[in-house]
Protein backbone atom coordinates (compact mmCIF):
# COMPACT_ATOMS: atom_id res chain seq x y z
CA UNK A 1 0.00 0.00 0.00
CA UNK A 2 1.24 3.77 -0.84
CA UNK A 3 1.60 5.58 2.46
CA UNK A 4 1.01 8.77 0.57
CA UNK A 5 -2.08 7.98 -1.02
CA UNK A 6 -4.56 10.00 1.24
CA UNK A 7 -7.68 8.19 0.14
CA UNK A 8 -6.17 4.50 1.75
CA UNK A 9 -3.63 5.64 3.87
CA UNK A 10 -4.59 9.01 5.26
CA UNK A 11 -5.04 9.35 8.97
CA UNK A 12 -7.47 12.16 9.29
CA UNK A 13 -9.76 14.05 7.19
CA UNK A 14 -9.20 14.84 3.65
CA UNK A 15 -8.67 18.27 2.53
CA UNK A 16 -11.68 18.57 -0.18
CA UNK A 17 -13.83 21.42 -1.56
CA UNK A 18 -16.94 22.26 0.22
CA UNK A 19 -18.95 21.46 -2.61
CA UNK A 20 -18.46 19.28 -5.61
CA UNK A 21 -17.83 20.62 -9.28
CA UNK A 22 -20.40 19.71 -12.01
CA UNK A 23 -20.76 16.56 -13.08
CA UNK A 24 -19.06 16.28 -16.25
CA UNK A 25 -21.18 14.88 -19.56
CA UNK A 26 -21.28 11.38 -19.43
CA UNK A 27 -19.68 10.64 -15.76
CA UNK A 28 -21.36 8.54 -12.59
CA UNK A 29 -21.80 10.29 -9.25
CA UNK A 30 -21.92 8.50 -5.79
CA UNK A 31 -22.93 10.32 -2.80
CA UNK A 32 -23.22 7.86 0.31
CA UNK A 33 -25.97 9.51 2.84
CA UNK A 34 -25.60 7.04 5.78
CA UNK A 35 -23.87 4.02 5.92
CA UNK A 36 -19.88 4.64 6.31
CA UNK A 37 -18.74 5.18 9.24
CA UNK A 38 -21.17 3.74 11.49
CA UNK A 39 -23.44 0.38 11.83
CA UNK A 40 -26.93 1.84 10.28
CA UNK A 41 -28.74 4.04 8.05
CA UNK A 42 -27.40 2.88 4.77
CA UNK A 43 -28.51 5.24 1.81
CA UNK A 44 -26.46 6.08 -1.33
CA UNK A 45 -27.27 8.33 -4.00
CA UNK A 46 -26.41 7.61 -8.04
CA UNK A 47 -26.47 10.37 -10.19
CA UNK A 48 -25.82 9.99 -14.00
CA UNK A 49 -27.64 12.52 -16.74
CA UNK A 50 -29.25 14.74 -14.41
CA UNK A 51 -31.65 11.36 -12.85
CA UNK A 52 -31.31 10.01 -9.61
CA UNK A 53 -31.31 6.62 -8.36
CA UNK A 54 -31.35 5.73 -4.56
CA UNK A 55 -29.69 2.51 -2.98
CA UNK A 56 -31.40 1.52 0.56
CA UNK A 57 -32.86 4.14 2.68
CA UNK A 58 -32.14 2.89 6.27
CA UNK A 59 -31.85 4.09 10.03
CA UNK A 60 -29.56 4.44 12.77
CA UNK A 61 -30.60 3.30 16.08
CA UNK A 62 -29.33 5.86 18.80
CA UNK A 63 -26.44 5.12 21.35
CA UNK A 64 -26.77 6.22 25.29
CA UNK A 65 -25.32 9.48 24.82
CA UNK A 66 -28.36 10.13 22.45
CA UNK A 67 -31.28 10.52 24.99
CA UNK A 68 -34.85 10.48 24.24
CA UNK A 69 -33.89 9.95 20.26
CA UNK A 70 -35.93 7.23 18.79
CA UNK A 71 -34.29 6.43 15.22
CA UNK A 72 -31.39 8.39 13.31
CA UNK A 73 -32.25 9.15 9.77
CA UNK A 74 -30.17 10.07 6.31
CA UNK A 75 -29.58 13.82 5.77
CA UNK A 76 -32.18 13.98 3.14
CA UNK A 77 -31.24 18.02 2.11
CA UNK A 78 -28.51 17.06 -0.41
CA UNK A 79 -31.52 15.63 -2.75
CA UNK A 80 -35.08 17.43 -1.38
CA UNK A 81 -35.23 19.57 -3.54
CA UNK A 82 -34.64 17.14 -6.33
CA UNK A 83 -37.06 14.69 -5.42
CA UNK A 84 -38.66 15.31 -8.84
CA UNK A 85 -35.60 13.87 -10.21
CA UNK A 86 -35.71 10.58 -8.34
CA UNK A 87 -36.04 7.25 -10.96
CA UNK A 88 -36.52 4.69 -7.88
CA UNK A 89 -35.02 3.25 -4.67
CA UNK A 90 -33.37 0.13 -4.87
CA UNK A 91 -34.04 -1.78 -1.44
CA UNK A 92 -31.25 -4.42 -1.10
CA UNK A 93 -33.25 -6.18 1.77
CA UNK A 94 -35.73 -5.92 4.45
CA UNK A 95 -33.61 -5.05 7.95
CA UNK A 96 -34.55 -1.76 9.32
CA UNK A 97 -30.25 -0.05 8.79
CA UNK A 98 -31.99 -0.69 4.59
CA UNK A 99 -35.28 -0.09 4.83
CA UNK A 100 -36.16 2.15 7.81
CA UNK A 101 -36.17 5.44 6.62
CA UNK A 102 -37.78 4.71 3.91
CA UNK A 103 -41.40 5.94 5.44
CA UNK A 104 -39.70 9.42 5.87
CA UNK A 105 -38.52 9.79 2.49
CA UNK A 106 -41.87 9.12 1.12
CA UNK A 107 -43.37 11.99 3.25
CA UNK A 108 -41.78 14.37 1.02
CA UNK A 109 -42.71 12.21 -2.29
CA UNK A 110 -44.95 9.56 -1.84
CA UNK A 111 -44.79 8.04 -5.64
CA UNK A 112 -40.94 7.39 -5.64
CA UNK A 113 -41.24 4.06 -6.80
CA UNK A 114 -39.64 1.19 -4.38
CA UNK A 115 -37.70 -1.72 -6.05
CA UNK A 116 -36.77 -4.69 -4.22
CA UNK A 117 -37.99 -8.88 -3.93
CA UNK A 118 -40.82 -10.01 -2.72
CA UNK A 119 -40.21 -10.41 1.15
CA UNK A 120 -38.29 -7.05 1.05
CA UNK A 121 -41.34 -4.98 -0.03
CA UNK A 122 -43.62 -7.25 2.10
CA UNK A 123 -41.68 -5.81 5.27
CA UNK A 124 -41.52 -2.16 3.55
CA UNK A 125 -45.20 -1.91 2.79
CA UNK A 126 -46.24 -3.13 6.02
CA UNK A 127 -44.43 -0.53 8.05
CA UNK A 128 -45.68 1.88 5.45
CA UNK A 129 -49.16 0.87 6.18
CA UNK A 130 -48.43 1.84 9.85
CA UNK A 131 -47.53 5.79 8.59
CA UNK A 132 -50.46 5.38 6.13
CA UNK A 133 -48.25 5.69 2.94
CA UNK A 134 -49.38 3.28 -0.53
CA UNK A 135 -46.34 3.07 -1.93
CA UNK A 136 -45.86 2.46 -5.72
CA UNK A 137 -43.40 -0.28 -5.60
CA UNK A 138 -42.08 -2.93 -8.40
CA UNK A 139 -41.17 -6.95 -7.24
CA UNK A 140 -38.13 -7.82 -8.38
CA UNK A 141 -35.52 -11.10 -8.11
CA UNK A 142 -32.38 -12.62 -9.30
CA UNK A 143 -31.53 -12.60 -12.91
CA UNK A 144 -33.80 -9.99 -13.55
CA UNK A 145 -33.10 -6.65 -15.46
CA UNK A 146 -34.50 -3.23 -15.19
CA UNK A 147 -34.16 -0.28 -17.06
CA UNK A 148 -34.84 2.76 -14.07
CA UNK A 149 -34.62 5.53 -15.83
CA UNK A 150 -31.09 6.71 -17.32
CA UNK A 151 -29.93 3.55 -14.78
CA UNK A 152 -29.99 -0.31 -15.71
CA UNK A 153 -30.51 -2.96 -13.37
CA UNK A 154 -29.36 -6.45 -12.65
CA UNK A 155 -30.48 -7.90 -9.88
CA UNK A 156 -28.22 -10.79 -8.13
CA UNK A 157 -29.05 -13.47 -5.31
CA UNK A 158 -26.69 -13.02 -1.77
CA UNK A 159 -27.07 -15.23 1.44
CA UNK A 160 -27.49 -12.97 4.07
CA UNK A 161 -29.31 -13.56 7.52
CA UNK A 162 -32.56 -12.49 6.17
CA UNK A 163 -34.48 -14.11 2.87
CA UNK A 164 -34.48 -12.70 -0.56
CA UNK A 165 -31.35 -10.24 -0.26
CA UNK A 166 -30.14 -9.39 -3.77
CA UNK A 167 -27.24 -7.54 -4.96
CA UNK A 168 -27.50 -4.85 -7.85
CA UNK A 169 -25.44 -4.10 -10.50
CA UNK A 170 -25.96 -0.39 -12.16
CA UNK A 171 -25.04 -0.04 -15.67
CA UNK A 172 -24.80 3.52 -17.32
CA UNK A 173 -22.90 4.71 -19.96
CA UNK A 174 -20.06 5.96 -17.38
CA UNK A 175 -19.37 2.48 -16.04
CA UNK A 176 -20.64 -0.95 -14.72
CA UNK A 177 -21.11 -0.15 -10.81
CA UNK A 178 -21.55 -3.43 -8.23
CA UNK A 179 -23.25 -3.17 -5.12
CA UNK A 180 -23.19 -5.94 -3.19
CA UNK A 181 -25.99 -4.66 -0.23
CA UNK A 182 -24.90 -7.22 2.89
CA UNK A 183 -24.10 -10.88 1.88
CA UNK A 184 -22.00 -13.95 3.00
CA UNK A 185 -21.35 -17.03 1.36
CA UNK A 186 -23.00 -19.38 3.19
CA UNK A 187 -22.34 -22.72 1.00
CA UNK A 188 -25.04 -24.96 2.87
CA UNK A 189 -27.88 -22.32 3.21
CA UNK A 190 -31.34 -23.33 4.68
CA UNK A 191 -32.98 -22.36 2.15
CA UNK A 192 -31.04 -23.16 -0.49
CA UNK A 193 -30.20 -19.86 -2.21
CA UNK A 194 -26.53 -19.56 -2.70
CA UNK A 195 -24.88 -15.99 -3.27
CA UNK A 196 -24.43 -16.08 -7.58
CA UNK A 197 -20.98 -16.37 -7.58
CA UNK A 198 -21.12 -17.60 -11.43
CA UNK A 199 -22.93 -13.79 -12.19
CA UNK A 200 -20.65 -12.28 -9.74
CA UNK A 201 -17.75 -13.72 -12.05
CA UNK A 202 -19.46 -13.13 -15.44
CA UNK A 203 -20.35 -9.27 -14.58
CA UNK A 204 -15.86 -9.47 -13.63
CA UNK A 205 -15.57 -10.89 -16.81
CA UNK A 206 -17.82 -7.84 -18.13
CA UNK A 207 -15.85 -5.39 -16.66
CA UNK A 208 -16.78 -3.83 -12.80
CA UNK A 209 -15.49 -0.28 -13.02
CA UNK A 210 -16.48 0.70 -9.05
CA UNK A 211 -17.23 -2.39 -5.97
CA UNK A 212 -19.07 -1.09 -3.52
CA UNK A 213 -19.07 -3.93 -1.00
CA UNK A 214 -20.30 -5.19 2.52
CA UNK A 215 -16.93 -4.06 5.09
CA UNK A 216 -18.98 -5.42 8.46
CA UNK A 217 -16.67 -8.45 8.65
CA UNK A 218 -13.67 -6.94 6.86
CA UNK A 219 -11.54 -7.66 10.20
CA UNK A 220 -12.57 -10.65 10.41
CA UNK A 221 -10.64 -13.79 9.01
CA UNK A 222 -11.67 -16.70 7.11
CA UNK A 223 -15.32 -18.15 6.14
CA UNK A 224 -18.42 -17.81 7.64
CA UNK A 225 -20.01 -20.97 9.71
CA UNK A 226 -22.65 -22.21 8.20
CA UNK A 227 -26.62 -21.17 9.31
CA UNK A 228 -27.56 -24.50 9.85
CA UNK A 229 -24.61 -25.20 12.45
CA UNK A 230 -26.77 -23.45 14.58
CA UNK A 231 -29.32 -26.41 15.00
CA UNK A 232 -27.38 -28.82 16.88
CA UNK A 233 -26.42 -26.36 19.49
CA UNK A 234 -30.65 -25.19 19.66
CA UNK A 235 -31.08 -28.81 20.51
CA UNK A 236 -28.46 -29.33 23.04
CA UNK A 237 -30.16 -26.46 24.98
CA UNK A 238 -33.69 -27.64 24.61
CA UNK A 239 -32.50 -31.22 25.67
CA UNK A 240 -31.32 -29.93 29.06
CA UNK A 241 -33.45 -27.08 29.60
CA UNK A 242 -35.91 -28.12 32.83
CA UNK A 243 -38.56 -24.86 32.07
CA UNK A 244 -39.57 -22.29 29.99
CA UNK A 245 -37.08 -21.28 27.20
CA UNK A 246 -36.93 -17.95 25.78
CA UNK A 247 -34.76 -17.37 22.41
CA UNK A 248 -34.20 -13.42 21.50
CA UNK A 249 -33.37 -12.77 17.99
CA UNK A 250 -33.83 -10.64 15.09
CA UNK A 251 -37.72 -9.46 13.93
CA UNK A 252 -36.28 -10.16 11.17
CA UNK A 253 -34.43 -13.52 10.78
CA UNK A 254 -36.94 -15.94 9.52
CA UNK A 255 -33.72 -18.74 8.95
CA UNK A 256 -33.53 -18.29 12.37
CA UNK A 257 -36.67 -18.81 13.72
CA UNK A 258 -37.07 -21.75 11.56
CA UNK A 259 -34.49 -23.70 13.09
CA UNK A 260 -36.16 -22.36 16.79
CA UNK A 261 -39.56 -23.37 15.18
CA UNK A 262 -38.12 -26.65 14.19
CA UNK A 263 -36.47 -27.63 17.14
CA UNK A 264 -39.42 -27.13 19.36
CA UNK A 265 -41.67 -28.97 17.62
CA UNK A 266 -39.15 -32.24 18.27
CA UNK A 267 -38.89 -31.51 21.74
CA UNK A 268 -42.47 -31.22 21.93
CA UNK A 269 -42.71 -27.48 23.16
CA UNK A 270 -45.38 -24.72 21.86
CA UNK A 271 -43.94 -21.99 20.41
CA UNK A 272 -45.06 -17.98 20.81
CA UNK A 273 -44.01 -14.91 19.30
CA UNK A 274 -43.42 -12.06 21.40
CA UNK A 275 -42.89 -8.54 20.60
CA UNK A 276 -44.91 -6.38 17.63
CA UNK A 277 -42.25 -6.95 15.13
CA UNK A 278 -41.59 -10.44 15.55
CA UNK A 279 -45.24 -11.13 15.25
CA UNK A 280 -45.83 -9.14 12.35
CA UNK A 281 -42.57 -10.05 9.84
CA UNK A 282 -43.06 -13.96 10.70
CA UNK A 283 -46.98 -13.45 9.45
CA UNK A 284 -45.37 -12.10 6.85
CA UNK A 285 -43.04 -14.46 5.93
CA UNK A 286 -45.48 -17.23 7.02
CA UNK A 287 -47.86 -15.73 4.35
CA UNK A 288 -45.16 -15.93 1.64
CA UNK A 289 -44.06 -19.59 2.14
CA UNK A 290 -40.70 -18.97 3.69
CA UNK A 291 -41.52 -19.88 6.97
CA UNK A 292 -42.67 -23.39 7.46
CA UNK A 293 -44.99 -23.76 10.68
CA UNK A 294 -45.64 -27.29 11.76
CA UNK A 295 -49.22 -27.59 12.85
CA UNK A 296 -50.52 -26.73 16.32
CA UNK A 297 -46.94 -25.52 17.28
CA UNK A 298 -48.08 -22.23 17.75
CA UNK A 299 -50.35 -20.60 20.50
CA UNK A 300 -50.89 -17.20 21.25
CA UNK A 301 -49.24 -15.42 24.04
CA UNK A 302 -51.40 -15.44 26.90
CA UNK A 303 -52.21 -19.18 26.45
CA UNK A 304 -48.61 -19.81 26.17
CA UNK A 305 -48.03 -18.23 29.87
CA UNK A 306 -50.43 -20.57 31.14
CA UNK A 307 -48.52 -23.63 30.27
CA UNK A 308 -46.44 -25.75 32.12
CA UNK A 309 -42.67 -24.02 31.79
CA UNK A 310 -41.46 -27.67 30.05
CA UNK A 311 -43.82 -27.12 26.96
CA UNK A 312 -43.46 -23.71 25.93
CA UNK A 313 -40.84 -21.68 23.59
CA UNK A 314 -41.02 -17.86 23.78
CA UNK A 315 -39.78 -16.37 20.78
CA UNK A 316 -38.57 -12.68 21.44
CA UNK A 317 -37.35 -9.29 20.49
CA UNK A 318 -34.61 -7.44 22.32
CA UNK A 319 -31.69 -9.23 21.39
CA UNK A 320 -29.74 -6.13 21.39
CA UNK A 321 -30.48 -4.85 24.57
CA UNK A 322 -33.65 -2.64 23.76
CA UNK A 323 -35.09 -1.50 26.97
CA UNK A 324 -38.73 -1.12 26.24
CA UNK A 325 -38.38 -4.59 24.14
CA UNK A 326 -40.22 -7.68 25.16
CA UNK A 327 -36.80 -9.16 26.44
CA UNK A 328 -36.14 -5.75 28.05
CA UNK A 329 -39.16 -5.85 29.92
CA UNK A 330 -38.91 -9.56 31.18
CA UNK A 331 -34.97 -8.66 32.08
CA UNK A 332 -36.57 -5.48 34.60
CA UNK A 333 -39.08 -7.39 35.85
CA UNK A 334 -42.23 -5.18 33.76
CA UNK A 335 -43.11 -7.67 31.43
CA UNK A 336 -47.00 -8.15 31.24
CA UNK A 337 -47.22 -11.79 30.46
CA UNK A 338 -43.78 -13.25 31.27
CA UNK A 339 -42.39 -13.14 34.77
CA UNK A 340 -38.49 -14.76 34.51
CA UNK A 341 -38.11 -17.29 36.98
CA UNK A 342 -35.00 -19.48 38.43
CA UNK A 343 -35.09 -22.43 35.78
CA UNK A 344 -35.58 -20.69 32.63
CA UNK A 345 -33.26 -20.40 30.00
CA UNK A 346 -32.75 -17.69 27.59
CA UNK A 347 -30.92 -18.04 24.57
CA UNK A 348 -29.25 -14.32 23.01
CA UNK A 349 -29.21 -15.51 19.75
CA UNK A 350 -27.85 -13.04 17.65
CA UNK A 351 -24.74 -10.90 17.65
CA UNK A 352 -23.76 -7.71 19.30
CA UNK A 353 -24.47 -4.57 16.68
CA UNK A 354 -21.44 -2.23 17.87
CA UNK A 355 -22.33 0.32 20.51
CA UNK A 356 -25.43 -2.51 22.39
CA UNK A 357 -22.23 -3.99 24.05
CA UNK A 358 -23.33 -2.15 27.19
CA UNK A 359 -27.25 -2.55 26.46
CA UNK A 360 -27.08 -6.13 25.97
CA UNK A 361 -24.92 -7.14 28.75
CA UNK A 362 -27.04 -5.15 31.11
CA UNK A 363 -30.07 -6.99 29.80
CA UNK A 364 -28.25 -10.48 30.37
CA UNK A 365 -27.48 -9.76 34.05
CA UNK A 366 -30.94 -8.51 35.03
CA UNK A 367 -32.20 -12.12 33.54
CA UNK A 368 -29.60 -13.65 35.77
CA UNK A 369 -30.41 -11.72 38.54
CA UNK A 370 -33.88 -13.20 38.31
CA UNK A 371 -32.63 -16.79 38.36
CA UNK A 372 -31.98 -17.61 34.13
CA UNK A 373 -29.58 -19.38 32.73
CA UNK A 374 -28.43 -17.16 30.19
CA UNK A 375 -26.78 -18.69 26.74
CA UNK A 376 -25.53 -16.48 24.48
CA UNK A 377 -22.78 -16.39 21.81
CA UNK A 378 -19.85 -15.81 23.86
CA UNK A 379 -20.60 -19.33 25.78
CA UNK A 380 -22.07 -21.35 22.93
CA UNK A 381 -22.24 -21.19 18.86
CA UNK A 382 -26.22 -20.05 19.08
CA UNK A 383 -25.13 -17.21 16.52
CA UNK A 384 -23.42 -16.80 13.21
CA UNK A 385 -22.93 -13.73 11.51
CA UNK A 386 -24.74 -12.55 8.07
CA UNK A 387 -22.01 -10.74 6.89
CA UNK A 388 -19.17 -11.94 4.41
CA UNK A 389 -15.42 -12.26 6.64
CA UNK A 390 -12.20 -11.28 4.90
CA UNK A 391 -11.79 -14.76 3.14
CA UNK A 392 -15.00 -14.01 1.57
CA UNK A 393 -14.46 -10.38 0.73
CA UNK A 394 -11.06 -11.36 -1.19
CA UNK A 395 -13.15 -13.80 -2.77
CA UNK A 396 -15.23 -11.51 -4.56
CA UNK A 397 -12.50 -9.02 -5.43
CA UNK A 398 -10.76 -12.00 -7.16
CA UNK A 399 -14.02 -12.73 -8.65
CA UNK A 400 -15.15 -9.70 -9.56
CA UNK A 401 -11.38 -8.09 -10.70
CA UNK A 402 -12.87 -4.30 -10.14
CA UNK A 403 -10.78 -1.17 -11.37
CA UNK A 404 -12.30 0.91 -8.71
CA UNK A 405 -13.32 0.21 -5.23
CA UNK A 406 -15.25 1.54 -2.41
CA UNK A 407 -15.61 -0.27 0.65
CA UNK A 408 -19.01 0.68 1.97
CA UNK A 409 -21.74 -0.73 5.87
CA UNK A 410 -19.32 -0.48 8.49
CA UNK A 411 -17.34 1.95 10.94
CA UNK A 412 -13.63 3.17 9.85
CA UNK A 413 -11.85 0.20 10.98
CA UNK A 414 -14.02 -2.14 8.83
CA UNK A 415 -13.73 0.48 5.72
CA UNK A 416 -9.58 0.31 6.51
CA UNK A 417 -9.41 -3.32 6.79
CA UNK A 418 -11.56 -3.69 3.73
CA UNK A 419 -9.65 -0.88 1.62
CA UNK A 420 -6.16 -3.27 2.40
CA UNK A 421 -8.14 -6.21 1.17
CA UNK A 422 -8.83 -4.71 -1.98
CA UNK A 423 -5.00 -3.31 -2.49
CA UNK A 424 -3.76 -7.38 -1.25
CA UNK A 425 -6.21 -8.73 -4.15
CA UNK A 426 -4.35 -6.27 -6.63
CA UNK A 427 -6.43 -3.15 -7.14
CA UNK A 428 -4.15 -0.11 -7.09
CA UNK A 429 -4.12 1.67 -3.81
CA UNK A 430 -4.83 4.63 -5.88
CA UNK A 431 -8.05 3.41 -7.10
CA UNK A 432 -9.07 1.99 -3.43
CA UNK A 433 -11.90 5.33 -2.08
CA UNK A 434 -12.24 5.64 1.11
CA UNK A 435 -15.28 8.48 1.81
CA UNK A 436 -17.27 9.31 4.65
CA UNK A 437 -21.40 10.08 4.54
CA UNK A 438 -21.47 13.47 2.60
CA UNK A 439 -18.59 12.39 0.01
CA UNK A 440 -18.85 13.08 -3.58
CA UNK A 441 -17.34 10.17 -5.62
CA UNK A 442 -17.30 10.63 -9.18
CA UNK A 443 -16.57 7.97 -11.80
CA UNK A 444 -15.24 9.74 -14.84
CA UNK A 445 -13.82 7.22 -17.72
CA UNK A 446 -13.08 4.37 -16.01
CA UNK A 447 -11.81 6.32 -12.25
CA UNK A 448 -13.32 6.54 -9.07
CA UNK A 449 -12.14 9.83 -7.07
CA UNK A 450 -13.39 11.95 -4.55
CA UNK A 451 -14.52 15.40 -6.00
CA UNK A 452 -16.13 17.23 -2.96
CA UNK A 453 -18.23 16.85 0.05
CA UNK A 454 -21.56 18.06 0.85
CA UNK A 455 -23.00 18.86 4.16
CA UNK A 456 -24.50 15.83 6.18
CA UNK A 457 -25.73 15.42 9.70
CA UNK A 458 -27.31 12.91 11.79
CA UNK A 459 -31.38 13.44 11.74
CA UNK A 460 -32.86 12.64 14.74
CA UNK A 461 -36.42 11.41 14.96
CA UNK A 462 -38.20 12.25 18.70
CA UNK A 463 -41.26 11.10 19.21
CA UNK A 464 -43.10 12.69 16.54
CA UNK A 465 -40.59 15.63 15.24
CA UNK A 466 -38.49 14.49 12.67
CA UNK A 467 -35.00 17.18 12.98
CA UNK A 468 -36.02 19.25 15.68
CA UNK A 469 -33.65 18.08 18.04
CA UNK A 470 -30.24 19.07 17.20
CA UNK A 471 -26.54 18.32 18.60
CA UNK A 472 -26.99 21.57 21.37
CA UNK A 473 -30.16 19.52 22.20
CA UNK A 474 -28.37 16.31 22.57
CA UNK A 475 -25.87 18.29 24.58
CA UNK A 476 -28.16 19.53 26.93
CA UNK A 477 -29.67 16.30 27.89
CA UNK A 478 -26.13 14.69 28.39
CA UNK A 479 -25.87 17.53 30.93
CA UNK A 480 -29.11 17.58 32.62
CA UNK A 481 -28.60 13.21 32.79
CA UNK A 482 -24.82 13.54 33.95
CA UNK A 483 -24.98 16.21 36.15
CA UNK A 484 -28.15 17.75 37.12
CA UNK A 485 -29.32 21.61 36.95
CA UNK A 486 -29.00 24.66 39.26
CA UNK A 487 -31.48 27.42 38.47
CA UNK A 488 -30.65 30.93 40.33
CA UNK A 489 -33.28 33.75 40.84
CA UNK A 490 -32.75 37.19 41.82
CA UNK A 491 -34.71 40.39 41.87
CA UNK A 492 -33.09 43.41 41.37
CA UNK A 493 -33.97 46.98 41.15
CA UNK A 494 -34.71 48.26 37.49
CA UNK A 495 -33.49 51.41 38.02
CA UNK A 496 -30.26 50.36 40.23
CA UNK A 497 -29.48 47.18 39.78
CA UNK A 498 -29.41 46.56 43.25
CA UNK A 499 -30.54 42.98 44.86
CA UNK A 500 -34.03 43.72 46.19
CA UNK A 501 -34.97 39.47 46.49
CA UNK A 502 -33.00 36.42 46.84
CA UNK A 503 -30.88 35.06 45.44
CA UNK A 504 -33.06 31.69 45.28
CA UNK A 505 -31.58 28.51 44.55
CA UNK A 506 -32.87 25.14 43.75
CA UNK A 507 -31.37 22.37 41.97
CA UNK A 508 -32.36 19.27 40.59
CA UNK A 509 -30.17 16.15 40.00
CA UNK A 510 -27.41 17.78 41.46
CA UNK A 511 -27.83 16.88 45.65
CA UNK A 512 -30.73 16.38 47.47
CA UNK A 513 -29.20 18.59 50.64
CA UNK A 514 -31.19 21.51 50.84
CA UNK A 515 -28.37 23.35 52.63
CA UNK A 516 -25.76 22.66 50.11
CA UNK A 517 -26.21 25.90 48.47
CA UNK A 518 -25.90 28.29 51.33
CA UNK A 519 -22.21 29.48 50.91
CA UNK A 520 -23.05 30.59 46.94
CA UNK A 521 -25.55 33.09 48.26
CA UNK A 522 -23.78 35.35 49.55
CA UNK A 523 -21.14 35.33 46.69
CA UNK A 524 -23.41 36.07 44.40
CA UNK A 525 -25.32 38.80 45.95
CA UNK A 526 -21.22 40.43 46.38
CA UNK A 527 -21.27 40.21 42.94
CA UNK A 528 -24.22 41.73 41.83
CA UNK A 529 -23.90 44.50 44.69
CA UNK A 530 -20.51 45.32 43.11
CA UNK A 531 -22.30 45.41 39.39
CA UNK A 532 -24.75 47.76 41.42
CA UNK A 533 -22.10 50.17 41.78
CA UNK A 534 -20.32 49.81 38.40
CA UNK A 535 -24.03 50.82 37.25
CA UNK A 536 -24.60 47.21 35.48
CA UNK A 537 -28.13 47.12 35.37
CA UNK A 538 -28.62 45.87 32.14
CA UNK A 539 -31.08 41.91 32.87
CA UNK A 540 -28.62 40.31 30.40
CA UNK A 541 -25.20 40.82 31.98
CA UNK A 542 -26.35 40.29 34.93
CA UNK A 543 -27.36 36.92 34.44
CA UNK A 544 -23.94 36.33 33.15
CA UNK A 545 -22.64 37.11 36.42
CA UNK A 546 -25.15 34.77 37.88
CA UNK A 547 -23.92 32.27 36.16
CA UNK A 548 -20.34 32.93 36.12
CA UNK A 549 -20.43 33.18 39.94
CA UNK A 550 -22.47 29.62 40.35
CA UNK A 551 -20.37 27.96 37.72
CA UNK A 552 -16.95 28.50 39.37
CA UNK A 553 -18.66 27.95 43.02
CA UNK A 554 -19.87 24.40 41.86
CA UNK A 555 -16.68 23.53 39.96
CA UNK A 556 -14.25 24.80 42.66
CA UNK A 557 -16.27 22.77 45.44
CA UNK A 558 -17.80 19.67 43.74
CA UNK A 559 -15.64 19.26 40.84
CA UNK A 560 -19.09 19.11 38.39
CA UNK A 561 -20.60 21.13 35.51
CA UNK A 562 -24.23 21.15 36.11
CA UNK A 563 -26.38 23.26 34.05
CA UNK A 564 -26.73 26.77 35.55
CA UNK A 565 -29.91 28.20 34.34
CA UNK A 566 -29.72 31.88 35.94
CA UNK A 567 -33.00 34.28 35.73
CA UNK A 568 -33.04 37.97 36.88
CA UNK A 569 -36.00 39.64 37.38
CA UNK A 570 -36.98 43.81 37.14
CA UNK A 571 -39.21 45.55 39.81
Known amino acids: MKAENPQVAGTGRREQPSAPPALPDGALRIVPLGGLGAIGRNMTVFEYGGKLLIVDCGVLFPEADQPGVDLILPDFSAIEHRLDDVEAVVLTHGHEDHIGGVPYLLRLKSDIPLIGSRFTLALIEAKLREHRIQPYSMTVKEGDTEQLGEFSCEFFAVNHSIPDALAVAIRTPAGVVLHTGDFKMDQLPLDGRLTDIGGFARLGAEGVDLLLSDSTNAEVPGFVTPERKIGPVLDDVFRSAKGRIVVASFASHVHRVQQVLDVAAAHHRRVAFVGRSMVRNMGVARDLGLLRIPGNLMVPLDEAATLPGNQVVFMSTGSQGEPMSALGRMASGDHRHITIQSDDTVVLASSLVPGNETAVYR ?17 AMVHVSGHAPAGELLYLLNVTRPSNVMPVHGEWRH ?32 VARLTGHLDNRYVYVDGLHVGDVGESSLTERRILGDEGFIAVTVVVDSVTGKVVGGPFVNGKGFSDDPAAFEPVLALITEALDRAAQDEVSDPHQLQQIVRRIAGKWVS ?4 RRPMIIPTVLEV
Open 363 to 379: VINGLSRLGATVIHKEV
Open 556 to 559: DKYR
Open 415 to 446: LRAHARLAVLSGVPAENVVLAEDGDVVDLIDG
